[in-house]
């Protein structure tokens, strides 16, 4: 029953913040400008690479995007569930396993299409700066004022 809690606020702490992104979609856009632009220095692509690769990028954030807001539509905020039957909280879940495997597919779609643009070891380090990207904005979320270093 606690596993089925946990994974019941990890659903509503996610459409709670899908909400929030929703609600400002110049800042989705502008945080996936600045994800761009860090990776543009991290990756080190060619110019050939570039040319093919950062179209596809695009397209799979925009599915990604597009996912994230008809989960939203799909299953709202489930802020009722605190009051909810067991037959919601199933709903609830169902909804929530359907959004991640179509997480899943499109993740590996878009893996086997970026492999036909790059090397293995690219894709791997592509992987590892937006983990590095987004550890950065959380590390800004949580101490938003920078520190001055004496």
Not at 2 to 21: A, E, G, H, N, Y
Not at 24 to 33: E, F, H, R, T, V
């Amino acid at each position: 029953m606690k596993t089925l809690k946990l994974i019941i606020l990890i659903f509503l702490l996610i459409c709670k913040i899908q909400t929030v992104s929703a609600q400002k979609p110049d800042n989705y856009k502008m945080l996936q400008q600045k994800r761009v632009e860090f990776l543009i220095v991290k990756l080190n692509l060619t110019v050939e690479e570039s040319q093919k690769f950062w179209p596809l990028y695009n397209e799979y954030y925009e599915k990604k995007h597009d996912l994230s807001v008809e989960n939203r539509t799909r299953f709202g905020d489930h802020e009722h569930l605190s009051q909810g039957t067991e037959e919601d909280y199933l709903k609830a879940l169902n909804g929530l396993f359907d959004y991640k495997t179509k997480q899943e597919q499109l993740f590996q779609t878009y893996y086997k299409k970026y492999l036909l643009i790059l090397s293995a070891e690219k894709v791997y380090q592509l992987y590892r700066y937006e983990e590095e990207f987004n550890k950065m904005l959380l590390r800004q979320l949580q101490d938003p004022e920078p520190r001055k270093r004496d």
